[in-house]
């Protein structure tokens, strides 16, 4: 299992002494043209980057209708949900209705859920966005009177990914809990 997991890691520092030994023998034999040494130091800086952004989370843009409170659940890979949306290429944004369930057909990118590179924002009927401030529980002098986006969590099941989170005042977060 732990290799399973470190197989990213293993295989990046694999590719790195491949091309080292590489470099080292064009020194040697005065080989390699440098383009070629030059290809053989960036591929595996180039794979690892890539590898990191295909297994990263999604940057995601939640529009919430203005003035709603309580749990936000959105169901991931479903057949009849909401189709995909992006904004500036790589943005996804999920459009939340009244009820605060939303199904899409998006799937969990990577392996996990950014809450703090997300961007919550309420709609009003202009379709005007405002900036949901973010719960911040470690920070200091933090803000527990004002809505708030709450951190909630995510459920993998049988018929799709769940996330939940809350727009509701900090002191009131033990009632989701």
Known sequence: MFVYNSYPDYSFF?????GLVQIFTAFINNRFKKRWQLFWV???IMIWFSYLEIESSSKDIFLIPDGFEGKVTIQYEQKNGAEKEFEKFWW?????PRNGILKTKFEIKGNSISY???????????????????FCDYCKGKDTLNIQILPGKLI????????EFYIDVPKNRNNYE
């Open 42 to 44: 960036f591929l595996p």
């Open 14 to 18: 694999i590719f790195c002494i491949v």
């Open 116 to 134: 703090s590179d997300s961007k919550y924002y309420f709609v009003n009927k202009n379709g005007n966005r405002k900036l949901i401030k973010q």
């Open 156 to 163: 993998g099941k049988e018929n799709g990914n769940y996330q």
């Open 92 to 96: 996804r944004v999920y459009n939340i």
